[in-house]
């Protein structure tokens, strides 16, 4: 799908099969969403550039990432999306100024460009070019993140009161070893955000040093701006990262003192039956020897002494506070 927005603000679609020969100059912004090949080729005639596939946006080469060709700049940055759902993904983006006009490739739906599309109404007109709707774009991206990184923060501290809540109640190992799982996810959420942090700094660093943007006092300020949000997000995100770390620690610990505690348990009745058992192994030997056998109280001091020998280890036991 090819989506092309005029200064306006309006929306035209485009196709390969349109009898257009060449863009209209209110043209600032061509979104290609899923492209075909024909599409692809279409929009290359259209503005003389060639449109990276998908295999050349996955390319994690530097120079294949972030270049200038014929007056054009090229730039992929990785986003986060699916980032409301147990698996959140990473998907390539393509960034593309050209003649004035912003392109951009992508083969996902960040929610990022939804809200962008949305609130694209608010841009001042006299501001509607490619550069300043890219400076534009990326600050909502960064926004996005900085909202993505909230709502985990909000899912980690119930995640955390869930671990920690009840101390003095016994929980099953099965229980925290379920919250493993939750972890996990925030664990793979956070990694994302981080990954797509980095190329978003990569991306900006290169973008800071285009000369239209060096030229353009409002576009390059909003850019550093959004530059050091990023950073200060991506430093946000590593702290995030570290709470992770520590629940994920926390709850193997916590994990361990409960089986150690079943362990314990099992420990403690061993040792408790072993005397009686004892006493039981020597007066079930078959000698004919044993005079206790021929006592008329030795069955009963027999019981007795198995009761005995368990009951005090059991008492021991609770005084030095091992039950």
Known sequence: ???????????????????????????????????TKEEDAYVEGLIGIQIPTRDELKDIEPSSRLYIEDGSVFMTASLVWKADTNIPELTDVAFILSGGRLITIRYAEPKAFQLFIGALGRVP????????????????????????????????????????????????????????????????????????LGSLSRLLTFLLNVPRIEESKHDGSLCRTVAHDVETLSEHAAFIAGNISFLLDASLGLINVEQN????????????????????SIYGMNFNFMPELQW????????????????????????????
């Open 1 to 35: 799908m090819i989506n092309a927005y005029r200064a306006n603000g309006s929306l035209t679609t485009l196709a390969p099969a349109d009898s257009l020969r060449a863009l209209p100059d209110d043209i600032v912004w061509i979104d290609l969403v899923h492209p």
């Open 125 to 196: 007109a006299d501001l509607r070019d490619g550069t300043t709707l890219l400076a534009r774009l990326l600050e909502t991206i960064a926004d996005r993140t900085a909202e993505v990184l909230e709502h985990a923060v909000i899912r980690i501290d119930r995640l955390s009161d869930d671990i920690f809540r009840d101390r003095g109640k016994r929980r099953p190992p099965r229980f925290l070893e379920g919250k493993l799982a939750d972890i996990s996810e925030h664990h793979r959420l956070i990694s994302k955000v981080r990954d797509s």
């Open 261 to 280: 505690a079943i362990i314990k348990i099992f420990s403690v009745a061993a040792v408790v039956f072993l005397p009686p058992t004892l006493v039981a």
């Open 296 to 323: 008329y109280f030795g069955y009963p001091l027999a019981l007795f002494a198995m009761v005995m020998s368990a009951v005090v280890p059991f008492f021991f036991f609770r005084w030095k506070g091992w039950l």
